[in-house]
Antibody
Framework: EVRLVESGGGLVRPGGSLRLSCAASGFTFSAYTMHWVRQVPGKGLEWVSS????????YYADSLKGRFTISRDNAKNSLYLRMNSLRAADTAVYYC??????????????WGQGALVTVSS | SYVLTQPPSVSVAPGKSARVTCGGHNIGTKSVHWYQQKPGQAPVLVISYDSDRPSGIPERFSGSNSGNTATLTINRVEAGDEADYYC???????????FGGGTKLTFL
């Protein structure tokens, strides 16, 4: 069974930092591109960042560049998101998800349960 | 960047059919994926590549895509189908997913 379990969320002050982790199991983690998607409470889904299976290519939403860093450790079956200079607008549930790509399109077939990040003083 | 437009809400009577639309320029030339999200839960894939149902998704869920509109159809709607539904395409130019704003499906 595919499982994705996020951790590391919590309350952080504006300007602070946080690192989210996503522990993967039930599949060959190193064979998949992974990404982070966030959701402000009561709002829609927003893509945050993606990393390919070998960490060769990383992509970020334009609004986040320079503040967030995605990484992975295939030996530990883990995905990470380092978030710096956090703002109130970054308050959201952060989901890690597995990407399946074929025929020039990609979708997320498995999602974690999400980690809530609250940025507040 | 590419924009997907969904109606904020769709209402349906139990047992009837619900149609959730997703509009985008020439979306018929792209592959559209649909997710269902219930309150407090993570999204769940219900349709991939316009009309493919993952295992475990009831046959009541179907999808179509043509021209400037993709449509998710749910037949014989049940209480458990009340949820938010999101469409998604892949932006090849920027290498990331684009989500629609989501549609809340509610009972009349």
């Amino acid at each position: 069974e595919v499982r994705l379990v996020e951790s590391g969320g919590g309350l952080v002050r504006p300007g602070g930092s946080l690192r989210l982790s996503c522990a993967a199991s039930g599949f060959t983690f190193s064979a998949y591109t992974m990404h982070w998607v966030r959701q402000v409470p009561g709002k829609g889904l927003e893509w945050v960042s993606s990393i390919d299976k070998g960490s060769s290519d990383m992509y970020y939403a334009d609004s986040l560049k320079g503040r967030f860093t995605i990484s992975r450790d295939n030996a530990k079956n883990s995905l990470y998101l380092r978030m710096n200079s956090l703002r109130a607008a970054d308050t959201a549930v952060y989901y890690c998800a597995r990407l399946v790509c074929t025929g020039g399109s990609c979708y997320s077939d498995h999602w974690g349960q999400g980690a809530l990040v609250t940025v507040s003083s | 960047s590419y924009v997907l437009t969904q109606p904020p809400s769709v209402s349906v009577a139990p047992g009837k059919s619900a149609r959730v639309t997703c509009g985008g320029h020439n979306i018929g030339t792209k592959s559209v994926h649909w997710y269902q999200q219930k309150p407090g839960q993570a999204p769940v894939l219900v349709i991939s590549y316009d009309s493919d149902r993952p295992s475990g998704i009831p046959e009541r869920f179907s999808g179509s895509n043509s021209g400037n509109t993709a449509t998710l159809t749910i037949n014989r709607v049940e209480a458990g189908d009340e949820a938010d539904y999101y469409c998604q395409v892949w932006d090849r130019d920027t290498n990331h997913p684009v989500f629609g704003g989501g549609t809340k499906l509610t009972f009349l």
